[in-house]
T-cell receptor
């Protein structure tokens, strides 16, 4: 599986935008970029995914570099509830449901 | 729609014992995956079941096993428990067996402590 690299931790102020980076320089052409997050004392939850184009949903936006070697998860206005570990994961389209988690980024949100 | 449920939520066992954990997927979901989460190793894939068949297996010893029933509920078993098996065990369900376009839904986990 192609690997992803994320910063160990990031800090943000409440109600400010947050940009969480992910490097995936060995991504293959059929790999989708998925983001999950894990709130304290909970299982991971899906956030967003994309292939080539930027994507938006009610939780976040995903910006994908033109060469697809990196991506950025954007939380437009961080709230205290967004404090979590964010995981960037590559998924091949026909590779089954196995998710390969890296270390993720621990996001701390200050009031 | 009810989410993924896992029972029990907390469990304390002694070294050498065995344990069975249960997972009920979201109604209609036929794929169930299991993960182990520890502070040292992070989240690691254990195995996946679809329609009562194991589809994929992670790099864990044979002491870790699982099964899926015809109603898609799944159980995992760990025999001859070791201290290192202390972890949060997470179950995830999905409506399909594969495909990057489909998200997985995780349960709250079972916290296993081995003493």
């Amino acid at each position: 599986d192609a690997k992803t690299t994320q910063p160990n931790s990031m800090e943000s102020n409440e109600e400010e935008p947050v940009h969480l980076p992910c490097n995936h320089s060995t991504i293959s052409g059929t790999d989708y970029i998925h983001w999950y997050r894990q709130l304290p004392s909970q299982g991971p939850e899906y956030v967003i995914h994309g292939l080539t184009s930027n994507v938006n949903n009610r939780m976040a936006s995903l910006a994908i570099a033109e060469d697809r070697k990196s991506s950025t998860l954007i939380l437009h206005r961080a709230t205290l509830r967004d404090a979590a570990v964010y995981y960037c994961i590559l998924r091949a389209n026909n590779a089954g449901n196995m998710l390969t988690f890296g270390g993720g980024t621990r996001l701390m949100v200050k009031p | 729609k009810a989410g993924v449920t896992q029972t029990p939520r907390y469990l304390i066992k002694t070294r050498g014992q065995q344990v069975t954990l249960s997972c009920s997927p979201i109604s209609g979901h036929r794929s169930v995956s299991w993960y182990q989460q520890t502070p040292g190793q992070g989240l690691q894939f254990l195995f996946e079941y679809f329609s009562e068949t194991q589809r994929n297996k992670g790099n864990f010893p044979g002491r870790f096993s699982g099964r899926q029933f015809s109603n898609s509920r799944s159980e995992m078993n760990v025999s001859t428990l070791e201290l290192g098996d202390s972890a949060l065990y997470l179950c995830a369900s999905s409506s399909v067996t594969s495909g990057s376009l489909h998200e997985q839904y995780f349960g709250p986990g079972t916290r296993l402590t081995v003493t």
